[in-house]
């Protein structure tokens, strides 16, 4: 197995064979000056890179490492770069974090502490690949609205390819949310009638008085209000398709003439006496169960057999394994580039709550919530508290190792902050990790309000607030609530 790629740019090369030395995991490339490793880095594209702010020919202050720094992510945004700093020049290293940076260390280097920031930035940049390159797979289905990559959608997808060619009326089964109407529309687009209408009518968004005149038009002065002749969805879809959506909403009496309109394509509009004959495709779709509304009566025998020549049943969601993830990775793609957001991707948690979650409103309620989570997050990274989903609980039964090491990891920092009355220096000594590191834990798991107070009885600060925080402690020396800088 091949090892992992890590850039180190540092002009002192006895730390560079220190690092050799303690991470003989990783494939290290060494460079001493801001031009090698921007070369270095064009040449071999690492994931990770450490770059020390003091390189020559400004060892003394931060002007070239923080180039470097800019120059690689403008490369690659997506590069995980950690950057070594002095104890005493730590505002540096908050303006590289500030500009993308993953994370910052003193020096001298503690290599357990180090050791778990790479690990972090690796795992996170494999994630993020991962996310990338499901969402840039190929998609075998035709459809241009339905990303999928579960077999039984892409069968159903292939189906509807075949029946886009025909005349056939198709009734669409399957619960709200499940890609119905997308489903309708490629019936449409990708047969003959494509040039022509293609007309919804959701028959259960429209009060049943009026239903009527909709769906078959009105005549001038065929009742009150109707001063002029209007034309119904039927007859505007003619040499088209009409998609009737919650067909099982329809009433008795229009059910009655949906009917005939079926059996022979000809309509009368309300208040008319001549016959008009339209030539028009018929698609459907329900929530509901139409056997079950035949069998109270509720739902004509003879209408349900005319609009079940093909009958497709559209798998829900929590049906379709890893199509939540990667419809996610889809719509965190295409909000974030329309809100303009620099979200990178979901926590290791998130995708973990995705793939478990029921999702009982099915990828419409995937789509509200990732797009809520795009506007609303604070972070790189869309946590699962920012989908307002509860991480998932691991039992006997499901006995996954990370998310194992996600619930574990969870309450280790939550021990650590309890012992140290919420501050977070002294919590991130606890872990063994630098406050940076400390700050997206906090972030991940949604630990960014805590219950407690400080002893002025203010409540734990949201994660947002902690570079303020952060900011306001160096500047004046006082903590920011339940968690204190120190």
């Known amino acids: 197995m091949d090892k992992a790629k890590l850039l180190v740019v540092d002009d002192d090369e006895g730390l560079c064979r220190q690092y050799r030395w ?12 801001r031009r090698a490793g921007r070369a270095l880095f064009a040449r071999e594209r690492p994931p990770v890179a450490i770059v020390d702010l003091g390189l020559p020919p400004d060892p003394a202050g931060a002007s070239e490492g923080l180039a470097l720094v800019r120059e690689l992510l403008g490369i690659a945004p ?49 994630l993020e690949d991962e996310a990338r390159r499901a969402r840039d797979l190929p998609r075998p289905s035709p459809i241009e609205h339905i990303i999928t990559g579960d077999e039984q959608m892409l069968r159903l997808c292939r189906s509807v390819e075949r029946l886009a060619a025909t005349d056939v009326t198709v009734l669409l089964l399957g619960e709200s949310g499940t890609g119905k109407e997308a489903l309708a529309h490629a019936l449409h687009d990708l047969g003959p009638r494509a040039d022509r209408p293609f007309i919804p009518l959701n028959c259960g968004a429209i009060p049943e008085a009026l239903l009527e005149s909709e769906l078959f038009g009105h005549e ?52 008319g006496r001549h016959p008009i004959q339209v030539d028009v495709r018929i698609v459907c779709a329900t929530n509901q169960d139409l056997e079950a509304r035949m069998q109270e009566g509720s739902f004509r025998d003879d209408l349900f057999y005319r609009l079940n020549e093909v009958t497709l ?43 478990a979650h029921p999702w ?4 419409r309620e995937l789509e509200n919530r990732v797009k809520r989570a795009v506007v609303m997050s604070d972070g790189r990274l869309i946590s699962a508290s920012d989908l307002e989903l509860a991480p998932p609980v691991i039992s006997g039964h499901q006995l996954d190792i990370r998310l194992a090491r996600l619930r574990a990891e969870r309450e280790v920092v939550q021990k650590a902050l309890s012992q140290s009355n919420g501050t977070i220096s002294t919590a991130a000594k606890l872990l063994g990790i630098s406050r940076p590191t400390l700050y997206t ?7 960014g309000t805590l219950s407690g107070s400080a002893s002025d009885g203010r409540q734990a600060p949201a994660v947002s607030d902690v570079p303020r925080m952060q900011k306001q402690s160096d500047r004046a020396g006082r903590n920011g609530g339940w968690l204190q800088e120190s």
Request: hydrophobic share 45%.
């Open 22 to 33: 303690a991470f003989p995991e990783y494939q290290i490339f060494t460079g001493q000056t």
């Open 78 to 126: 997506d590069t995980k770069i950690m950057v070594a700093t002095g104890n005493d020049d730590q505002r540096h290293a908050l303006q590289a974090v500030a500009m993308g940076a993953f994370d910052f260390f003193h020096k001298p280097v503690d290599n357990d502490v180090l050791r778990v920031i790479l690990e972090r930035a690796y795992n996170l940049a494999r």
């Open 220 to 271: 001038r002065g065929a009742f009150t209000g109707a001063i002029k002749q209007t034309i119904g969805k039927i007859e505007s879809a003619n040499h088209g398709t009409l998609f009737l959506d919650e067909i099982g909403d329809l009433p008795a009496m229009l059910q009655v003439k949906l009917l005939r309109f079926l059996q022979n394509q000809v309509i009368e509009r309300v208040g």
């Open 313 to 355: 049943r559209v798998a829900p969601l929590r049906e379709r394994p890893g199509d939540p993830t990667l419809l996610a990775s889809f719509f965190l793609h295409r909000f974030t580039a329309q809100f303009g957001r620099r979200i990178r991707g979901f926590t290791a948690e998130a995708i973990a709550a995705i793939a």
């Open 360 to 363: 009982p409103g099915n990828v």
């Open 441 to 447: 834990l906090l972030e991940t798991h949604g630990l």
